[in-house]
């Protein structure tokens, strides 16, 4: 079919409405479509792709003059002839463009880009976030925002390599927080797993990396185990010279060694004397998102030394909310360091021992001196620990023994404090 045969513009401007012409053609497939849009006319070309008829619009006149239609025209040819349909190449650059588009709009309102680790990391924390406590989970997404997304953020999850994740993991490292170089893998690790599930990652570039990391220092809470030693702390905590409140949290930390934030929160209903019962609520403890909403309360014997320390300081306290109020906001609980702070007023460093540290020292010295049994011990301590058949032990079990130890484990303590004689570890066997 010949080519050009539209003479002009001109000829196109001259169309006057009522003609009866449907189209102009121009030869080779391409023509115009008259009066489709208004007073416009479209241009059109027709072409075959595998065997296919398809069609291509190519933009209205006068927008698109005559000259413009067959450069488009001919273009599309070339590609048709290279085996490429013009069509679906469009749509890839609308697509782009789109893309490119809300990519420059989310980077405007603040929002991470589309398929970037940050979003796709952001919406993997909005997807398991209520399966945690908030604390926990602010911790999670905290150190993705300080320690990940400064230099992965903007990076398409699907392109991250694993030594450009290690690189990442490397300046964690370079601070000297190891732990947080392994906490924030295994983050990373968790994000791209989702990034998987969800199409936008073909593997987990963190998966083969935790051996590269080096190896974070286990540090435990300095706590005193020796026996003549810790009497010494038990004279100093009863003989301390500061506030009711705080005495008496001295003298109920190392014989109900809960955990400082359990015990400085603790709340005057929560105590039955009858009883000789505290009962923390599941939501204090040290648990899942599950367990603090579903779990059982955990159960504390209050010997009979902790039931006359703890009435003492009810006609202090007793008629507010918390057991160990603050010294300035009563309506609050005390500092978190208080305790410490008082350790320290007494002469005992921090290298030494810790107000979470006395967990550690009746959980030694129950085992070790007493020759208590540890499954009773780890109840009262609020571990979940397996049997050998790979049950937990419920963390409300074993009361009635753990009501004996309870006491057992005050009495040891009144007669450090009093100066008896320390009771030797029992010799092993040859």
């Avoid at 006057?16 to 007073?39: A, I, N, Q, T």
Wanted: glycine fraction near 8%.
């Amino acid at each position: 079919m010949a080519r050009s045969m539209i003479p002009s513009d001109a000829t196109i401007r001259n169309i006057k409405r009522g003609d009866p012409r449907k189209r102009l053609s121009d030869g080779e497939g391409l023509y115009l479509l008259l009066f489709v849009k208004g007073g416009a006319h479209g241009w059109r070309l027709d072409y075959t792709i595998n065997g296919k008829r398809k069609t291509l619009s190519l933009g209205t006149y006068p927008d698109t003059r005559l000259k413009i239609a067959r450069e488009q025209a001919d273009r599309a040819r070339e590609l048709v002839a290279a085996g490429s349909d013009p069509s679906d190449r469009r749509k890839a650059t609308k697509a782009l463009q789109v893309q490119t588009r809300e990519a420059k709009e989310r980077e405007a309102s603040g929002l991470p880009t589309i398929g970037s680790f940050e979003e796709v990391a952001r919406e993997w924390f909005d997807t398991r976030r209520n399966d945690w406590a908030a604390s926990y989970g602010d911790k999670i997404i905290r150190r993705l925002e300080v320690d990940v997304f400064p230099w992965l953020g903007r990076e398409p999850a699907g392109s991250i390599t694993p030594p450009l994740l290690l690189e990442v993991m490397r300046k964690i490292e370079a601070r000297g927080v190891i732990e947080t170089a392994h906490r924030a893998l295994e983050n990373c690790g968790q994000v791209f797993r989702y990034a998987v599930a969800t199409g936008r990652a073909v593997s987990n570039p963190a998966r083969d990396l935790k051996d590269a990391l080096r190896k974070p220092v286990v540090k435990h809470f300095p706590a005193i185990t020796d026996p003549s030693r810790l009497g010494e702390l038990l004279r100093a905590c009863y003989g301390y010279q500061g506030s009711h409140v705080v005495r008496a949290a001295l003298r109920l930390a190392p014989m109900l060694f809960l955990r400082p934030g359990e015990l400085r929160h603790a709340q005057w209903v929560e105590f039955d004397f009858d009883a000789a019962l505290w009962i923390v609520p599941a939501e204090r403890m040290k648990r899942e998102k599950d367990g603090k909403l579903n779990g059982k309360p955990h159960l504390v014997p209050l010997p009979s030394q902790a039931v006359e320390t703890l009435r003492e300081l009810q006609t202090i306290t007793g008629g507010g909310v918390y057991v160990f109020r603050g010294e300035r906001h009563h309506h609050r609980p005390m500092s978190e360091n208080t305790v410490n702070a008082a350790l320290r007023a007494m002469g005992f460093g921090a290298d030494e021992v810790v107000g979470h540290g006395f967990r550690a020292t009746a959980r030694t010295m129950m085992a070790e001196r007493l020759g208590l049994p540890e499954a009773v011990i780890e109840a009262q301590l609020a571990h979940s620990v397996p049997d050998k058949l790979g049950r937990s032990y419920n963390r409300t079990e074993f009361e009635t023994q753990r009501r004996e130890m309870m006491q057992t484990w005050a009495n040891y303590l009144d007669g450090l404090r009093k100066g008896a004689d320390v009771i030797p570890l029992p010799q092993k066997a040859a």
